[in-house]
């Protein structure tokens, strides 16, 4: 069966060798939502925190335009604190489609799947640890290269 869209966690823009492949696989159904920004306005400011500011409610808020991807803000429930940075290659109506799947208390105004999938995609930090100290006993040898990046750790107590 063919979905009606595809709902990404991040940005349409590929990032690592071979994404681009993936990406253009996709079709022209696709919403991307990044959680995090880093633009700014030519002020210095911060455009999210402006237009959360600004408008209440529901909205989106076109940004630019390239390769037949539309780049906006968007804040997708009216009690939400969080705008985000939202990129499609369809008509942006697309995302009021989304807005019944953004009441989860968890996470007000993000789309509830990509909640899930974040929950069954995090490596927690025990784990992590974990995995770390598998990897550290097969290939001791990297230990003192690993000591050259984890100063913070020892300090905050996340010690291998």
């Not at 989106?60 to 390239?66: H, N, Q, R």
């Given at each position: 069966a063919m979905a009606d869209f595809i709902v990404l966690d991040g940005t349409l823009e590929a990032?690592?060798?071979?994404?681009?492949?993936?990406?253009?696989r996709l079709g022209t159904n696709v919403i991307a939502l990044a959680k995090t920004s880093d633009l700014v306005t030519v002020k210095g400011n911060n455009p999210l925190q402006l237009l959360h500011q600004q408008f209440p409610g529901c909205w989106?808020?076109?940004?630019?335009?390239?390769d037949r991807t539309t780049t906006s803000?968007?804040?997708l429930h009216p009690?939400?604190?969080?705008?985000?940075?939202?990129?499609?290659?369809?008509?942006?109506e697309i995302l009021s489609s989304l807005l019944p799947y953004c009441t989860d208390p968890i996470f007000?105004?993000?789309p509830y799947g990509l909640i899930v999938a974040d929950q069954h995609?995090?490596?927690?930090?025990?784990?992590?640890?974990?995995?770390?100290?598998?990897f550290l006993i097969k290939n001791p040898q990297l230990k003192a290269y690993l000591r050259?990046?984890?100063a913070h750790r020892i300090l905050d107590g996340d010690i291998y």
């Open positions: 990032t690592y060798p071979g994404e681009e492949n993936y990406l253009a989106w808020y076109p940004v630019t335009e390239k803000f968007v804040k009690k939400s604190e969080y705008v985000f940075r939202c990129e499609t290659n369809n008509s942006p007000i105004g993000y995609a995090r490596v927690s930090h025990a784990e992590q640890r974990s995995l770390e100290c598998q050259s990046k984890d």
